[in-house]
């Protein structure tokens, strides 16, 4: 990074005309979102900002609302026939996590019944090795690569050391999921592979953290 500018949080009402100033005044050619709270407003904007000759490269908007909400996320796999594991807004498996959520905040393991589920779906677990899949696709939704790795140590959700890999199931799997949903620039998507194949789990529709 060359430089930064500290900006309003996002919920803040100047946070936007504070980004176009900082935009206009630097001349900047390209924008790439990276934060989840943001994304469906840099989607909705991209058109205005393309007039002052910035593209912000991120995927439609409706894109973006299916893959930043873990139940609507659950259901586009099974749309595109992708596995994934069992998903429910019920509390019925041990795993409870934020509908909309970023890292491992919110996260828990609860045998609970009586948590209250406003917000949040239960999950069965996965075993077996994690991957995250960094993908870059063009404006037409054509992959130029997909890169899976192993997410050798995580740090409060994040992966902080990784291993390349080749996977031609995840690989094809995912050119599957492209075929049916738009997606645009860097992207990445989780899934688990043990000796029952594959399960996808979440795509984050940005640049990975």
Known sequence: SDYYFKIPKAEDSKLWVDLTRIIREN????????????LEE???????FRKENTEVIISPKETIK??????????AFREAGLPSPKT???KKYSLVKPRKGRGSKGIKITDNDLVNMDGYVSQEILEGQELTV???FDKEGIPIY????MRLKIIDGKSVDGKIVKNELVVSLIKKL??????IGPINIQCFINSDGVSFIEVNPRIGG
């Open 88 to 90: 429910s807004r019920k």
């Open 66 to 75: 299916l893959f930043t909400d873990k139940w609507l996320t659950y259901n």
């Open 134 to 136: 960094d993908c870059l």
């Open 146 to 149: 997909i890169i899976p790795r």
């Open 178 to 183: 492209a075929e049916k949903y738009h997606f």
């Open 27 to 38: 001349n900047i050619d390209f924008v790439l979102p990276s934060f989840d709270g943001t």
């Open 42 to 48: 840099w989607s909705e904007k991209k058109e205005c």
